[in-house]
């Protein structure tokens, strides 16, 4: 097949290309790996320099645009740009606020969920419309949820004429900000299901669905967790807003990232690779520290998940590290086959030293309980800022980062703290209070269904309430 424009390949090597609307739709990769554009674009020097000056809106659209090419104009993609972050509470989208003469905040935690998932789900929603306007296409987006994802996912997508989303959360299991997030939405086409039963059981329904001939066939099921590309490339933009606004493309910038399942960090990796001048970038980690084993040891083993005030780190394995191995390994898809599936057996695998070599651009580190406590003061002492447990993981390792003083250093600020009362209490004796704007949350009539935590009443759900 050819494909007039930016094209996308699988890690694997082994599925059809796809354009830009088709990897918007799609999931995995039918071998299972996850789809990359087959060339990063590339911006000049100069072209980046043309960039500064132009509102969040308009950057994004010329950033995109590369990755869009063939099926998305600049100006068209400035239009869905314009409606996703009309939602944003703050003018700038994603401002910068300074914490000393080195370190800065990137607030990403602006959009209508308060997560930095917002940025990349609120345009998802817009693609997805986009994309299937004008074709009598259904899309039934099922997913499990801990609590972040399913709320950004359900604002983003919530009265979308072509699109029924079901998500699934473990009853009693998500904090009461969490669930009113998501079960307040009484959109007809959001259905929200209450599990009994843990996360892990409901992922595992979820991915049972996607292989189900009886339900992914009658039904075109999609994904919108962080493997699917154009979330992480809606996260490049950031990178650039940043680094333009602290003398980049001149001066180098560092980011700090808090990492979970590593979509934040790998858009900014992206962002390098088109050109963006990036000094370092830290990848943060909490006590599930599988990440900064591999990055600073070459060690990615799977030893299992601590429960800790920053859940949405709380991770086992990071879906999108097969992207960067892809590149490290010269971007063989038949070379991280094999690797992936070795992995999948083994639990474990080694990055060898020409591979850390060539991800020299990311460090990493970890923070545990007292050391994120600690960052929270700072911030609150140092600059009277109150951040989320996630922030201060990033901040921490940022501040032990040994950066030299000139060079500017980005901490991405993911969620607000509001989101995190508990934990930001403990640390600061500050108990941040939600925004206005999401403060009718306990007022508001909810609505979902408890089911047992059976996989075929989940089945029979679905398939009773999904348009086909
Ligand atoms: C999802 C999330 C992260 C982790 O981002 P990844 O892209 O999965 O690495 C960090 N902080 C918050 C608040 C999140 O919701």
């Known amino acids: 097949m050819t494909i007039n424009g930016t094209d996308y390949i699988s890690t694997r090597g082994n599925a059809d290309a796809l354009d830009f609307a088709g990897v918007t739709l799609t999931g995995l990769a039918r071998d299972g790996g996850l789809y990359v554009p087959r060339h990063w674009p590339q911006f000049s020097t100069e072209d980046i320099k043309a960039m500064r000056g132009l509102s969040y809106v308009e950057l994004a659209a010329r950033v995109m645009a590369p990755f869009t090419a063939g099926v998305?104009?600049?100006?068209?993609?400035?239009?869905?740009?314009?409606?996703?972050?009309?939602?944003?509470?703050?003018?700038?989208?994603?401002?910068?606020?300074?914490?000393?003469?080195?370190?800065w905040l990137l607030e990403l935690f602006h959009g209508p969920t308060l997560a930095f998932k917002d940025v990349a789900l609120q345009l998802l929603g817009q693609l997805f419309e986009r994309f299937l306007s004008g074709t009598d296409k259904k899309l039934t987006i099922v997913g499990a949820t801990s609590g972040d994802t399913g709320s950004a996912a359900i604002d983003a997508v919530a009265g979308l004429a072509q699109i029924e989303i079901f998500m699934l959360h473990p009853h009693n299991r998500v904090s009461d900000v969490q669930r009113r997030q998501m079960t307040t939405i009484l959109a007809p086409n959001v259905h929200n299901i209450a599990i009994e039963g843990s996360f892990d059981d409901a992922q595992a329904m979820v991915k049972r669905m996607f292989s189900d001939k009886d339900v992914?066939?009658?039904?075109?099921?999609?994904?919108?967790?962080?493997?699917?590309?154009?979330?992480?490339?809606?996260?490049?933009?950031?990178?650039?807003?940043?680094?333009?606004?602290?003398?980049?493309?001149?001066?180098?910038?560092a980011f700090s990232v808090p990492t979970g399942n590593f979509g934040d960090v790998f858009a900014g990796y992206v962002a390098a690779q088109m050109g963006l001048p990036i000094e370092q970038l830290i990848v943060a980690t909490n006590i599930n520290d599988i990440l900064h084993r591999a990055l600073s040891k070459g060690d990615y083993s799977v030893l299992g998940v601590t429960p800790t005030a920053s859940p949405s780190m709380d991770i086992q394995v990071s879906s999108n590290f097969e992207r960067l191995l892809f590149d490290l390994e010269g971007r063989d898809g038949s070379t991280t086959a094999a690797r992936m599936k070795w992995f999948e057996q083994m639990g474990?695998?080694?990055?060898?030293?020409?591979?850390?070599?060539?991800?020299?651009?990311?460090?990493?580190?970890?923070?545990?309980?007292?050391?994120?406590?600690?960052?929270?003061?700072?911030?609150?002492?140092?600059?009277?800022?109150?951040?989320?447990?996630?922030?201060?993981?990033?901040?921490?390792?940022?501040?032990?980062?040994?950066?030299?003083?000139?060079?500017?250093?980005?901490?991405?600020?993911?969620?607000?703290?509001?989101?995190?009362?508990?934990?930001?209490?403990?640390?600061?004796?500050?108990?941040?209070?939600?925004?206005?704007?999401?403060?009718?949350?306990?007022?508001?009539?909810?609505?979902?269904?408890?089911?047992?935590?059976?996989?075929?009443?989940?089945?029979?759900?679905?398939?009773?309430?999904?348009?086909?």
């Open 72 to 103: 998305l104009s600049e100006s068209e993609l400035k239009g869905l740009c314009s409606t996703a972050y009309g939602s944003f509470a703050h003018s700038a989208i994603t401002p910068l606020v300074q914490l000393d003469g080195q370190h």
């Open 216 to 253: 992914n066939g009658p039904l075109t099921l999609s994904a919108v967790n962080s493997i699917n590309w154009a979330r992480l490339m809606a996260q490049v933009v950031y990178y650039f807003y940043a680094a333009l606004r602290l003398g980049g493309p001149e001066r180098k910038i």
């Open 348 to 468: 474990k695998m080694v990055l060898s030293p020409d591979m850390r070599k060539k991800s020299a651009l990311l460090s990493s580190a970890r923070a545990d309980a007292d050391q994120m406590a600690a960052a929270m003061r700072w911030a609150y002492g140092a600059a009277d800022q109150i951040i989320d447990p996630h922030t201060a993981i990033a901040l921490h390792a940022a501040r032990a980062s040994g950066i030299k003083p000139e060079t500017p250093i980005v901490t991405l600020a993911t969620a607000h703290p509001a989101k995190f009362p508990d934990a930001v209490e403990n640390a600061t004796g500050v108990r941040p209070a939600l925004p206005a704007r999401v403060s009718h949350l306990f007022d508001r009539e909810e609505r979902f269904d408890v089911l047992p935590g059976t996989y075929d009443a989940v089945r029979d759900y679905v398939l009773a309430r999904a348009v086909r």
